[in-house]
Every structure is written in C-alpha cells, then in structure tokens.
C-alpha cells in the first residue's frame, strides 16, 4: 500500500481513531519542537563558550549619527559580554564634539576596544585621530595613515587668530590627556594637532601612536590573544582563542539620516520642499508636487535636527516657507515671494552654528555659497516668473501661460458638452472651450457626443483644437454607430 494510501485511510478512519491519530500527531509536533528547542539551547551553549568579537564598522564621517551609531554600538557589545570590541575605522574626520562623545563612550568600555585602520589605503584622519588614540590596542593596515587633527572652522577654512590659538590648545590639551591615559606618545599625537602632522602606519608603530600593522582581522586576533588591554577600571587579558567574530554595519536608516544630515543635502531638501508646496498652492489637485514637497520638507528638517543647527537659521528657513505659501496664496504681489527667497538664502547662511564653532577637518558644516547663490537665486526667479504669469493673465483674459498648455498637448479630454463642432472638454483638471480640428471640412450637423473622448492638437488662444478618437463622430441621420475620419 502507498503512503498516500495509508494516509488517506488514516484520515478517514472512525472518529475515535481518528481523534487518537490526531492526538499522536500533536504529541509527535511538540516533542519535534522541543527537541529543536532542546538543539538549539545546546548550540547557543555551546557558542557561548567562545569569545564573542564585535567588529564595528564605521567608514563614514564623524557626526551626530555615526556618534550615536558607535556609542550605541559599543553599548550592545557590552550588554552582549563581548570579549573585545574591533572598530574598522576609516574616515577623512569630522565634528570635535562628536569626537569628544565616541573617545567617551570607547575610554568608558568595560570591554576592551582594539581599533583598526582598515582597509589598505584607509586613513584615521582629524577625528580618527582622536578615536584611534582612545582605544586600548591600535592597529593599522599597510599604507594606511593617522594624524592631521588641528582645529578649523566648520566651513574647512582658518579660525581667526584668538579664537585658533585658544581651540588649538584646547584640543591639543584634549589629545594629550588620551595619550597619557592610554600609554602612547604624547609629544607626537600632540604634533597632529599643533603642526598637523601625519603619520604612516610604520611611522606611528615606530613613535608608539599604534601598536601593530596587520593586514586583517585575522592577523589582529592572532597579534591581540593573551595581551593586556586597558578597559574603563583597569585592564582585561584578551583571549580571542576560536573567536566567533560577529560584523555590524550602520543600517540602512542610519546611512539615509546620515546623508540628509549634510547641511547642503538638508537645505535643499527644504527648498525643494517649499517649491514643491508652492506649485501644489498654484495649481490644486496636482497632488504630485504637493505630496513630494512634504516629503522633502520632512527629511529636510530630520536632517536639520541630526546637525548642530542654529535656531535663526531655522527660523529664516521657517519664515520663508510662510512668505512662499504667501506668495501662492496671492500670486503677482512678488513682494512675499522675493522676501521668501531673501529669507531663505539667510536661514541656509544661518542653519548650521558650525560657521562659528571650532571643527575638525573632513566635515562640511556650512552650507556652501554656491548653494546659497544658486538655489536661492533659482527659486527668487521662479518666483518673479510666476508674477509676472499671473499679471500677464489678469492684462488680457484670452492670454493664458505656456506652463498651463503644453501639459495638455497630445493629452485626452472628456468631452463635457457636444462639440458641434465647438464645445467643452475636460483635460488636465480644467474646463476648456474646444473646437473639433479641420472643422471647415466636417458635413453639416457632425458632432462629437458628450460624453466621448478627444485628444487634444493643439492649442489656439484659450480654445482646444481636438480630433476624435477612432470612431468618435456622428453625423447626421446615423444615430446607430459613429464615422470615423
């Protein structure tokens, strides 16, 4: 007998035996599923028994969001008991404050923390200065490089002589207590900020910056098994004996916030959100151009609250996105429109408080000039143009926009009322007066039913020209089926 069969029969047996089959079955269902629990228990045992290494990923620029991402990263490889933190660094630099908040969170680890320069041709420039010095063990792949940490405004340019001299110390200061705290050269990492010196990766193992040059992570779990490496209150002996390394990466929200966290990327997302709510103001039930301009204002502002913004900044940007919605409220005043486009160009001058603030090189945090000039100047001509638009309308009723015709050319209308062989259609949201083409040429009597459907031709003043789809004229006495031209 066949399995099929044997089955069939089991099923179709009496309803007590089928209850006890059914019964057998449940039982035989939870005793798989706690086998499997049982496995999977043992397993997860069993891994616990090696040392769980974190390498964290972090290949981006030193900000708020990659802050948040590596103290929160180092958090969970602590709560995980973690045998010892890697952190893959390669970055150009980027803010002083989010250097200061990664060096405490890595100096306040109770796991210890190795940082790797990685891969070859990576750098630990500016800010990863700063990191690589505060982690326990260093260590950096051939023609990798550390150093070039002095203090600059947040445009990349020269602070003003008082306010250089008073940040450098600071933060040569700030180098030097890393230094002494974690053992290494202090007059050579105070170099790279005084002098903005560099190092390659032989260079900072000769001047005792870094530790070792290895060439991955296996050759840096060989280097580090068995030393001592300093953690938050004392020190750890690091087995990394048949490690189990477990990578973690920025998700890919963290990336996006990251992105849009650009003082530039975030200005124009908020521009291009403003014109895009204007357009909807102007010509309602688009929908289109309104629904992206809210999405664009609303990452535009997520990335505004990820930067260190100023709030006259956000007030100007505020402000002109009143002045523009103004403006479409009343078109051909100019006068809200221009004021918007001013106050916009001020709120992008004003947004990011790192034009004042003492930076670190690697990280853009002005929004540039050329952005300013350019979108700004953009957006205040759009504007003009739309008035004078709305002006040239009101001068002559028969005049209307090329904006508002050529999206109806080679469109298809409802006919509204009978073109005979003049009537109304309805096309692009509006109502038009249409006229059916080659007119002259039609018989006495034809029309185009109410009701049918037309393309559009051409347009001739503030009338359609329209031709018939197929079959779509009547003639007179052929009320069964409509001739085609």
């Known amino acids: ?28 269902l939870i005793a798989a599923g ?33 802050a948040r991402y590596l103290k929160g990263a180092i958090t969970n490889a602590n709560n995980d008991g973690a045998e010892l933190i890697i952190i893959e660094l390669d970055t150009p630099g980027g803010t002083l404050d989010s250097t200061r908040d990664m060096v405490t969170a890595i100096l306040e680890s109770d796991v210890p923390v190795a940082v790797f320069v990685s891969p070859e041709g990576a750098q630990a420039a500016s800010a990863g200065t700063f990191i690589s010095a505060a982690s326990g063990f260093l260590a950096m792949a051939p023609a990798t490089n550390i150093g070039a940490a002095s203090p600059v405004d947040g445009s990349g340019g020269d602070l003003p002589d ?78 990394t004996t048949n490690a189990q390394v477990d990578r973690v990466g920025m998700s890919l929200i963290d990336r996006v916030i990251s992105f849009i966290a650009n003082p530039n990327i975030a200005f124009l997302l908020i521009s291009l959100g403003t014109v895009g709510l204007i357009v909807e103001l102007w010509n309602p039930g688009l929908f289109i151009p309104g629904t992206l301009g809210v999405a664009f204002l609303a990452l535009g502002w997520v990335g505004v609250g990820n930067l260190d913004f100023s709030w006259a900044g956000v007030i100007f940007l505020a402000l002109a996105i009143v002045l523009f919605v103004l403006e479409a409220q009343n078109p051909g005043v100019s006068y809200f429109g221009i004021a918007g486009g001013v106050a916009l160009i001020i709120g ?48 002559s009723p028969l005049w209307v926009s090329e904006g508002a015709t050529s999206g109806v050319i080679g469109q298809q209308a409802l006919v509204t009322a009978d073109l005979d062989p003049e009537g109304e259609v309805h096309v692009g949201g509006e109502f038009w007066s249409a006229e059916i083409a080659n007119a002259e040429f039609l018989q006495p009597g034809t029309v185009i039913k109410k009701g049918d459907h037309v393309r559009v031709d051409r347009i001739d003043g503030v009338k359609l020209i329209v031709k018939p789809l197929r079959g779509g004229l009547s003639t007179p006495g052929d009320d069964s089926a409509p001739a085609s031209v």
């Open 1 to 28: 007998m066949s399995n099929a069969g044997l089955f069939s029969r089991l099923w179709h047996r009496p309803p007590g035996s089928l209850a006890a089959v059914r019964l057998l079955a449940a039982f035989a």
């Open 162 to 239: 008082t306010l250089e001299s008073k940040v450098t110390q600071d933060t040569a200061a700030f180098i030097r207590s890393i230094a002494e705290e974690r053992g290494r050269n202090v007059s050579a990492l105070e170099d790279t900020v005084l002098t903005a010196a560099s190092y390659s990766a032989s260079e900072a193992v000769d001047l005792d910056i870094a530790d070792i040059v290895v060439r991955d992570i296996d050759e840096l779990l060989e280097a580090i098994d068995g030393r001592s490496v300093p953690v938050f209150d004392g020190s750890v002996t690091v087995n």
């Open 348 to 395: 992008g001058v004003f947004l990011v408080s790192g034009f004042t603030d003492p930076n670190l090189p690697g990280g853009t945090q002005t929004v540039s000039l050329w952005v300013l000039g350019i979108f700004g100047g953009s957006v205040i001509a759009f504007v003009l143009w739309l008035s004078w638009q709305v002006r040239q309308a009101a001068k």
């Open 34 to 66: 706690g086998l499997s629990l049982l496995a999977g228990s043992s397993i997860a045992q069993a891994q616990s028994d090696e040392p769980l290494v974190r390498v964290v990923e972090l290949d981006a620029t030193i900000d708020i969001v990659s």
